[in-house]
T-cell receptor, first 112, second 116 residues
Framework: RKEVEQDPGPFNVPEGATVAFNCTYS??????FFWYRQDCRKEPKLLMS???SGNEDGRFTAQLNRASQYISLLIRDSKLSDSATYLC?????????????FGSGTRLSIRP | GAVVSQHPSWVICKSGTSVKIECRSL??????MFWYRQFPKQSLMLMAT?????????EQGVEKDKFLINHASLTLSTLTVTSAHPEDSSFYIC????????????FGPGTRLTVT
């Protein structure tokens, strides 16, 4: 089982729709979590950090569920410009090492 | 804020030559810098983590003698691909964090390396 798993998609939704992605992680030592978006042939850009209490930034809401070991990203009123690959990032530390693990990404395509 | 630059943006070199890629944090001090590689349609793979003034920590399977990393200051890290071969052709991306590994990372625009 991969340490961080994402549904690769692609998710193809109409403009204005609400779409949600999940990202599961296997190691309970995971300590910090982030969502990034990456456009084709570009570098990842930080979308938002994911806090235990959940956080919201405009149309984007991120949640963390430690009990079930997943994070989620909800996009409301989707725009054409939201088309991208969304990467979850999990930072974990245990007694021997600290690790940064990227999910393989979920592709989102918004259609007019 | 939190701008990271990389130079060059793309480079084509002959097999056997060495290529140096620079990563700079422009408006903050980067305690930690990371180097990644990404092949087409694949996810980012962390190559190494470097802290200013100390030796880089390489991920398993990454040859430290082939991928030389120097983090000489709080705003500059370099990756040198030595004796490059066609299989080293990839998209190399650096990122920087103002704290340690658990902080948000800000990515440079990447360097596309093609080895002929």
């Amino acid at each position: 089982r991969k340490e961080v798993e994402q549904d690769p998609g692609p998710f193809n939704v109409p403009e204005g729709a609400t779409v949600a992605f999940n990202c599961t992680y296997s190691n309970s030592a995971s300590q910090s979590f982030f969502w990034y978006r990456q456009d084709c042939r570009k570098e990842p850009k930080l979308l938002m950090s994911v806090y235990s209490s959940g956080n919201e930034d405009g149309r984007f809401t991120a949640q963390l569920n430690r009990a079930s070991q997943y994070i989620s990203l909800l996009i409301r009123d989707s725009k054409l410009s939201d088309s991208a690959t969304y990467l979850c990032v999990v930072n974990q530390r245990d007694s021997s090492a600290s690790k940064i693990i990227f999910g393989s990404g979920t592709r989102l395509s918004i259609r007019p | 804020g939190a701008v990271v630059s990389q130079h060059p943006s793309w480079v084509i070199c002959k097999s056997g030559t060495s290529v140096k890629i620079e990563c700079r944090s422009l408006d903050f001090q980067a305690t930690t810098m990371f180097w990644y590689r990404q092949f087409p349609k694949q996810s980012l793979m962390l190559m190494a983590t470097s802290n200013e003034g100390s030796k880089a920590t390489y991920e398993q399977g990454v040859e430290k003698d082939k991928f030389l990393i120097n983090h000489a200051s709080l705003t500059l890290s370099t990756l040198t691909v030595t004796s490059a071969h066609p299989e080293d052709s990839s998209f190399y991306i650096c990122s920087a964090a103002s704290g340690s590994w658990e902080y948000e990372q800000y990515f440079g625009p990447g360097t596309r390396l093609t080895v002929t």
